[in-house]
């Protein structure tokens, strides 16, 4: 019927006709149920990331304190390995035998990537990590562990930890570079004193081949009360276990 018609005879046209209470209600459940399901996917993913960079940092430690016990020497600065580590067709490279794990200034052995192949050969540490020569010079798939972001591990003596001018020489671990901060403060939380620039986890500035993480990214602050600048969102990131 025409609408004049029908406003003739008394009748109303038909409005259009919307949500119900009860459909707006779902429509709300369902929006809210599926950013709860991001966020909780997104926590997953944080938290496995975070469980696998303190697992990584664990074995290496452990395999370290275990190369020292059995051998009485530090894993890539050990002068005996040729003698007494099974390293395939071609005997293992040797350290110097210093006391330190050293990181080859110019033309000299990179004791901190033939520590990688010590301990995959002593059986410590699993993955088969490999130094063909003593003229290898920088970190690759084949001879150097990376963390779940791509960042190259190291094992070595320097002072290349803190937040400012470092001048102590330690073992440590470097945990690699391209680490976002807040997984790095979780980590230093559940480990550590959660400060980057005190405790057994600090920040350190090692890139590996990357860019190098700074301090003005990751720290609040140069400080040892500094904490972990999560406000930033910086994605490059890195940190360093000192070793006893």
Request: net charge neutral; proline share 5%.
């Amino acid at each position: 019927m025409p609408l004049r018609s029908r406003t003739k005879l008394g009748l109303r046209p038909r409005a259009s006709r919307g949500f119900t209470i009860i459909e707006s209600a779902l429509a709300i459940l369902i929006i809210g149920l599926t950013t709860q399901g991001v966020l909780v996917g997104q926590q997953l993913i944080t938290n496995a990331r975070v469980r696998s960079l303190m697992a990584q940092q664990n074995a290496v430690e452990a395999a370290f304190y275990s190369f020292q016990d059995r051998y009485r020497a530090f894993p890539g600065d050990y002068a005996a390995a040729s003698a007494n580590l099974d390293c395939g067709a071609s005997a293992c490279l040797n350290g110097n035998g210093n006391g330190r794990i050293e990181p080859g200034p110019a033309g000299q052995l990179h004791e901190d990537i033939l520590a990688w192949h010590h301990l995959t050969a002593s059986g410590l540490l699993d993955g088969e990590y490999r130094m063909f020569n003593s003229t290898v010079a920088s970190p690759a798939f084949d001879n150097t562990p990376t963390n779940a972001f791509g960042g190259y591990l190291q094992i070595v003596s320097d002072s290349v930890w803190g937040y400012g001018s470092n001048t102590a020489v330690r073992h440590n671990v470097k945990t690699g570079d391209l680490i976002p901060v807040a997984i790095l403060a979780e980590v230093d939380r559940k480990i550590d004193d959660g400060l980057p620039g005190s405790g057994r986890l600090q920040f350190s500035t090692y890139a590996g081949l990357a860019d190098a993480p700074t301090v003005s990214s990751c720290m609040t602050a140069a400080s040892p009360a500094a904490s972990w600048n999560i406000a930033s969102g910086e994605g490059n990131c890195g940190a360093a276990t000192l070793l006893y």
